[in-house]
């Protein structure tokens, strides 16, 4: 059965600092990563997918299947990003598997 | 495009009573997902439904929860009866799944509180 494990519930860091979520699975197949967001009082939704290979808001995530990990990677945080991150593993009978979440907090 | 609507947003219960809850999903999605969200978890899926059949429904509770999507559109999520661990959003997502794209789009939730 596929896993994902996110290790840190709070990561509080400085506005312009350097963020780095970190999100680690387990599958014996080749997954779809995905990263999803939820801001305060909104829905979750998708903030960017590895097959995309593309920057969303500032982000980037990059697949490792050796480390079998995909980190959420911001060089300048904003006070905008805080919000909690969802990282997700799409395999098999395609639901979602979903890590237990990061909260990241930008301080001003 | 509308997002995926569900009803009620909150819902106050004592346990062993029972609780329906209404979800639909974006207009032409086939695929329907219901998550439970414990409090400090992630979304963790309970059934999926492809039009109006089930693709997966291991992880449903089917000694109290049930689900249905008729027409394969809208759908309800039942709880009955109703225990102090089913405390919980419930949420409620809905996927196009065509040429490779299975972004899901997910519902507000409800929140849950059994008592």
């Known amino acids: 059965a596929q896993r994902v494990t996110q290790p840190e519930k709070l990561l509080s860091v400085f506005k312009g600092a350097p963020v780095e979520l970190k999100c680690n699975y387990s599958?014996?197949?080749?997954?779809?990563l995905f990263w999803y967001v939820q801001y305060s009082r909104q829905r979750l939704q998708l903030l960017l997918r590895?097959?995309s290979r593309e920057s969303i808001k500032g982000f980037t995530a990059d697949l490792n299947k050796g480390e079998t990990s995909f980190h959420l990677k911001k060089p300048f945080a904003q006070e905008e990003d805080s919000a909690m991150y969802y990282c997700a593993l799409l395999a098999g009978r395609r639901a979602l598997t979903f890590g237990s979440g990061t909260r990241l907090q930008v301080q001003p | 495009e509308a997002g995926v609507a569900q009803s009620p947003r909150y819902k106050i219960i004592e346990k062993r009573q029972s609780v329906a809850f209404w979800c639909n999903p974006i207009s032409g999605h086939a695929t329907l997902y219901w998550y439970q969200q414990i409090l400090g978890q992630g979304p963790k899926l309970l059934i999926q439904f492809q039009n109006n059949g089930v693709v997966d429904d291991s992880q449903l509770p089917k000694d109290r929860f049930s689900a249905e999507r008729l027409k394969g559109v809208d759908s309800t999520l039942k709880i009955q009866p109703a225990k102090l661990e089913d405390s919980a959003v419930y949420l409620c997502?809905?996927?196009?799944?065509?040429?490779?794209?299975?972004?899901?789009?997910f519902g507000p939730g409800t929140r849950l509180t059994v008592t």
């Open positions: 997502a809905s996927t196009l799944q065509r040429e490779g794209n299975y972004e899901q789009y």
């Open positions: 599958y014996s197949g080749s997954p779809e």
């Open positions: 590895h097959i």
